[in-house]
């Protein structure tokens, strides 16, 4: 038995309101198209979609064959009205059954559960002794040991840039110039490494924002965004929305910038460019002036819900 729940999920309230409201028309809309919840994790969210709407369905994806069989006894109670697959939401366009039946609405709750984090076999962690693994799918090829031992100079060196590890390019040459010897296998590895940079001890955030960077160098997590919002957008039903909550800044710029775009696709233009106007008019509207976050009450109750950001957009009807 799991002492601690698989995963908590964030603004689940929130995610709630924006994706169906009171559950008027919800239902009625629910006969034909499912939900999708692109990161179904532990279930949490698929499971408060469910209660919301009697008869809605819901089509789960993760990547991760513990997340779904958590997911798949948490929602055993709704079995009729979900089905769970192996699958990326990058791939969306792989599930022949969602290009026919469009969408009701869809939620992508990006990152790693708290089931992930806390198992030290998974990798996530910087706690001491654990392997450096890292993969959301344990069958795809690159772990972040692997990373490290054959990634460039100047590509590990980006990928810490990108993912906002501290002092990127001294770390990548420190890691390339002690490879050779000893590639980093642990935690500890890693973060001697880090520390030999900072010539100190290292700070939890620093730790945090380097094993973050490399965690989502490992399992593409940006391009994976990028390539899974304007397919989930083509399949929403008109009036359907989608719900995207990000943990860090890279991922929530990339969120807010799509939105923007299809909210007024002239933005990015140069003016007076020969166009027809259905070329310029919006797909639909951004219902998140500003991101959602948490409140005091569930970050006290949530600590990881701190970083969340939600955002939500509605195709136009
Ligand atoms: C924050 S958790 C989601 C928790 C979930 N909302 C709940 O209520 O339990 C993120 C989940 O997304 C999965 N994931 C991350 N990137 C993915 C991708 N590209 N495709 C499918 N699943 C992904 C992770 O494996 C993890 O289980």
Not at 50 to 73: K, N, Q, W
Request: proline letters at 7%.
């Amino acid at each position: 038995m799991r002492s601690q729940p698989f995963h908590r999920p964030v603004l689940v309230d929130q995610v709630l309101h924006y994706l169906i409201g009171r559950g008027e028309g919800a239902e009625e809309e629910a006969a034909g198209a499912p939900y999708l919840d692109g990161t179904v994790g532990g279930g949490g969210h698929a499971a408060a979609i469910l209660a919301r709407c009697p008869r809605c369905r819901v089509v789960g994806l993760d990547r991760d064959p513990e997340a779904l069989a958590a997911a798949r006894s948490r929602l055993a109670d709704h079995a009729d009205r979900v089905r769970l697959r192996r699958l990326s939401f990058a791939a969306l366009h792989e599930d022949a059954d969602l290009r026919v039946a469009g969408l009701a609405g869809a939620l992508l709750d990006l990152g790693v559960s708290s089931w992930q984090l806390d198992r030290d076999a998974r990798g996530f962690t910087f706690r001491q002794g654990a392997l450096l693994d890292m993969r959301m799918d344990p069958d795809s090829a690159l772990t972040a040991a692997r990373f490290l031992r054959e990634a460039t100079r100047v590509e590990l060196a980006a990928s810490l840039r990108d993912g906002q590890a501290p002092r990127p390019a001294a770390i990548a040459a420190r890691i390339v110039q002690r490879r050779t010897r000893r590639p980093p296998r642990t935690s500890d590895d890693l973060v001697a490494v880090l520390e030999s940079v900072l010539a100190r001890r290292s700070t939890h955030a620093e730790k945090a924002r380097l094993f973050q960077a490399l965690r989502i160098r490992v399992n593409d997590e940006i391009e994976s965004l990028r390539a899974a919002l304007p397919a989930i957008r083509d399949l929403l039903n008109p009036g359907a929305t989608v719900v995207v909550i990000a943990y860090h800044s890279l991922e929530d710029r990339v969120v807010k910038r799509a939105f923007g775009d299809w909210s007024d696709p002239a933005r990015r233009l140069p003016p007076r460019l020969p166009l027809p106007a259905t070329a310029l008019a919006p797909l639909g509207t951004t219902l998140t002036r500003k991101p959602v976050t948490p409140g005091a009450a569930e970050i006290a109750a949530n600590p990881r819900a701190r970083p969340a950001r939600l955002r939500a957009w509605r195709r136009a009807a």
